[in-house]
T-cell receptor
Framework: AQKVTQAQTEISVVEKEDVTLDCVYETRDTTYYLFWYKQPPSGELVFLIR??????QNEISGRYSWNFQKSTSSFNFTITASQVVDSAVYFC????????????????FGQGTILTVHP | DTEVTQTPKHLVMGMTNKKSLKCEQH?????MYWYKQKAKKPPELMFVYSYEKLSINESVPSRFSPECPNSSLLNLHLHALQPEDSALYLC??????????????FGPGTRLTVT
């Protein structure tokens, strides 16, 4: 069975602060994909990034960066110089390829981290 | 264009009503999904359609009935719902369900209230 843990239920920061959202996952599968989604108050989940289990390169996209470490089963997300528009719920998710290469299509989500950025 | 549209945005229905939620995507995706999301919780998968055929039903009660008329459209028919079914219903699509690496794109959701 798969599990994703986002230990931080809520984080509150002031604009321009850097903030890191933690994500720890559990799976016995060797081939899997990790995702981050943002859900603003409007409700739509916005895809941010996908990383496969064979690619441990960190990634930076503007103010966003992701740190993937298989040794600690973590896929953390950092927002640099946070802005009010970053206020949202952020979900980390895991998807595995079952034995035999068949895909289930099921995302295992963490419980989400509510980020509030104050002006 | 990575857009998934859903109608209606809001729906209030009584327990004896029949209503339908609609979802549309024009990205050529061959997998479509229905999720249910309660407040302060992550989305829960309900159904998966792959190439217009139902591939996954996560033991959803029969008062929820999905339909995939074509590769761009996904419906969720609702009948005799309970107040505890009130939630945000999200539709998503991905290029293919068989390769789990494809990201899912979500619509804005339908906020359903059952009275």
């Amino acid at each position: 069975a798969q599990k994703v843990t986002q230990a931080q239920t809520e984080i509150s920061v002031v604009e321009k602060e850097d903030v890191t959202l933690d994500c720890v996952y559990e799976t016995r599968d060797t081939t899997y994909y990790l995702f981050w989604y943002k859900q603003p108050p409007s409700g739509e989940l916005v895809f941010l990034i996908r990383r496969n289990s064979f690619d441990e390169q960190n990634e930076i996209s503007g103010r966003y960066s992701w740190n993937f470490q298989k040794s600690t089963s973590s896929f953390n997300f950092t927002i640099t110089a946070s802005q009010v528009v970053d206020s949202a719920v952020y979900f980390c998710a895991l998807r595995v390829i079952n034995a035999g290469g068949t895909s289930y299509g099921k995302l295992t989500f963490g419980q989400g981290t509510i980020l509030t950025v104050h002006p | 264009d990575t857009e998934v549209t859903q109608t209606p945005k809001h729906l209030v229905m009584g327990m004896t009503n029949k209503k339908s939620l609609k979802c549309e995507q024009h990205m050529g995706h061959r997998a479509m999904y229905w999720y249910k999301q309660k407040a302060k919780k992550p989305p829960e998968l309900m159904f998966v359609y792959s190439y217009e055929k139902l591939s996954i039903n996560e033991s959803v009660p029969s008062r929820f009935s999905p339909e995939c008329p074509n590769s761009s459209l996904l419906n969720l028919h609702l009948h005799a719902l309970q107040p505890e079914d009130s939630a945000l219903y999200l539709c998503a699509s991905s290029q293919d369900e068989r390769d789990s690496g494809y990201e899912q794109y979500f619509g804005p959701g339908t906020r359903l209230t059952v009275t």
